[in-house]
């Protein structure tokens, strides 16, 4: 099993910027996919940005590239994603995921998550 813990949210302005954590158990760290979702009020829980096991390859949704990034320290057992140019859309809960595959976007095939890390902006 793997257990994966988000930190890092609050509530930030337009514009502003937040860094997330997600910090993961076990030692198969470095052999997962790992994801960013959120689920914002009144959505359903969607694909943000992923990252392959060995942090080389990355992927993100449309609406979000340029303004954060994922990146991961394997030898630390985490997963970070950084927001920038935040906007009122972005607001959601952010969860982190595990998976086999980095590319994959729909929600069912990754494996383990956090409990989530709210993310508010304001107008």
């Known amino acids: 099993q793997v257990q994966l813990v988000e930190s890092g949210g609050g509530l930030v302005q337009a514009g502003g910027s937040l860094r997330l954590s997600c910090a993961a158990s076990?030692?198969?760290?470095?052999?997962?996919?790992m994801g960013w979702f959120r689920h914002g009020p009144g959505k359903e829980r969607v694909f943000v940005t992923s990252?392959?096991?060995?942090?080389?390859?990355?992927t993100s949704a449309d609406s979000v590239k340029g303004r954060f990034a994922i990146s991961r320290d394997n030898a630390k057992n985490t997963v970070y994603l950084q927001l920038n140019s935040l906007e009122p859309e972005d607001t959601a809960v952010y969860y982190c995921?595990?998976?086999?595959?980095?590319?994959?976007?729909?929600?069912?095939?990754?494996?383990?998550w956090g409990q989530g890390t709210q993310v508010t902006v304001s107008s």
């Open positions: 995921a595990a998976g086999s595959l980095y590319y994959y976007t729909n929600t069912n095939r990754w494996d383990y």
């Open positions: 076990g030692r198969a760290f470095s052999n997962y996919a």
């Open positions: 990252i392959s096991p060995s942090g080389g390859l990355t």
